[in-house]
């Protein structure tokens, strides 16, 4: 019998680790997994003899500014930028207008992506509102996120309503969660010692960019580590299921490697610029706020990657925020006034791959961090997150060895600049399926608007 589409003999990156297999595909899911060569030729044919399988990327955090703040991005930009990246889950973060910090507001928002979304998603609701947490669990998604930084000087993207930062009303909000049993994502941020530590600054006059990143590392980001000691301990007394955003010190990786080997249910994210572009001093001179989500020293940043490696550290996920030139440029010199963030999602897959052909990391850890622990984590495995017979039919296909030098000419983002600009990466996306179809090939973006679906949880 002949399958709708044979992906034929690339090197498939499988739960039992990498063979060279072929992949049949009927309709929207992946229904056999066979030697390679010995599957009857299929209705479609692509030819994966050079080229890498690994499943569609699994994007637990993303600012698609929709609704909102739709002149940075929106649903058909972040689309486009997900097929070319080889993402097919995109779930967004919840600092839009209006916010999903009520039922009413996240109703919206999924009518919205049910509407325009190109890629399958899902919306990590505000979890804010004690009350209207249950109402928000029953909607079908697959995290809360509460943001424990409240920006001053500027109106995004940390804007008043979502954020908290009390110990006792966080305290409340996990004790709210726990009873729906769906995991917490937290910014960690102790906004009492950022509000004196910015006022130090403040008061010597340094507001440039070069202060805005030196103030949120300061004291070996002690920001960071105050925030995710109280969290933990919290998270211990709650029982709540814990996703700790931002992974970014030395200190926090100890602290994770000692709550997941006590069996706690703590789990963490990186994100791509905390590995490539913050962590190089040399790029925050170079980009200003351009290269600002944060600075990372090397030491902080070499102690997060050995716990990507070893799986301390579970996920990347990009935390993509695309912001326009012209908000971006008060940086040079008043680093408060920037908005905060950088665009990741269409290269991010490229950057991982470039590490694996300079032998730091494996393909299989790549597919592990991008697909299979984050569908495990959020309840999408098995449908998703693997490639494996009954999953949804989510792959991607990368050229191992195929070269290209990053620039803004290539950026689908709205925002239509990249801090990556110039480096050369190896190892591109070819092609991207979601559910069967292909969205993207010969360097063309495939998909129409509302093809995306929403990415519930099945375990
Ligand atoms: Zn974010």
Not at 195 to 202: C, K, L, P, V
Not at 330 to 345: F, I, L, Q, R, V
Not at 355 to 378: C, I
Request: aromatic content about 8%; charged content about 25%; overall charge negative.
């Amino acid at each position: 019998m002949s399958h709708d589409v044979v992906i034929r003999g690339p090197n498939a990156v499988l739960e039992e680790g990498l063979r060279r297999a072929d992949i049949g595909i009927d309709g929207e899911r992946i229904v056999e997994i066979a030697d390679a060569g010995s599957l009857p030729k299929g209705k479609r044919e692509i030819d994966g003899a050079d080229l890498v399988a690994l499943p569609g990327l699994i994007d637990m955090h993303s600012h698609h500014r929709e609704p909102g703040f739709t002149h940075k991005e929106d649903l058909i930009t972040i689309g486009r930028q997900c097929a070319a990246g080889g993402v097919t889950t995109s779930v967004a973060m919840p600092n839009v207008s209006p916010p999903p910090t009520t039922a009413e507001n996240l109703d919206g928002m999924l009518a919205i992506y049910r509407e325009r979304a190109m890629v399958d998603w899902n919306v990590n609701a505000s979890g804010v509102q004690l009350d209207e947490i249950p109402k928000l669990a029953k909607r079908g998604i697959l995290a809360f996120k509460i943001f424990m930084v409240v920006d001053t000087g500027r109106s995004y993207p940390h804007m008043p309503g979502i954020g908290l930062h009390e110990h006792g009303e966080l305290y409340k909000r996990m004790q709210a969660v726990k009873r729906t049993g769906i995991p917490l994502m937290i910014h960690p941020h102790d906004q009492s010692l950022m509000d004196a530590i910015e006022h130090e600054y403040w008061g010597r006059g340094e507001r440039d960019f070069r202060a805005y990143a030196k103030a949120y590392a300061h004291d070996d980001g002690v920001i960071w580590d105050t925030a995710v000691g109280m969290l933990l301990r919290l998270q211990e007394a709650t029982g709540v299921r814990l996703h700790l955003l931002h992974t970014q010190t030395r200190r926090v990786v100890e602290m994770l490697r000692a709550a997941k080997a006590a069996g706690r249910p703590i789990s963490s994210e990186v994100n791509p610029w905390c590995f490539w572009l913050g962590n190089d001093w040399a790029n925050i001179e170079k980009w200003g706020s351009y290269a600002l989500s944060y600075y990372v020293a090397p030491h902080h940043s070499e102690a997060v990657y050995a716990g990507f490696v070893d799986g301390t550290v579970d996920i990347m996920a990009t935390d993509h925020a695309p912001h326009l030139r012209e908000e971006k440029e008060p940086g040079w010199t008043d680093g408060w006034k920037a908005h905060t963030g950088t665009p990741s999602t269409q290269f991010y897959l490229s950057l991982l791959l470039t590490d694996v052909a300079a032998g730091k990391l494996t393909y299989e850890r790549v597919a592990d961090a991008t697909a299979t622990r984050p569908a495990k984590l959020f309840g999408l495995y098995p449908r998703k997150g693997a490639i494996r017979a009954g999953a949804d039919a989510d792959i991607v296909l990368v050229d191992p060895e195929g070269r290209q030098t990053l620039s803004d000419a290539d950026v689908l983002s709205k925002c239509g600049w990249t801090p990556y600009a110039g480096r050369e990466v190896i190892g591109v996306p070819v092609h991207t399926l979601l559910r069967g179809s292909v969205i993207f090939e010969d360097r063309a973006v495939a998909v129409r608007e509302g093809f995306g679906r929403q990415a519930t949880r099945v375990s």
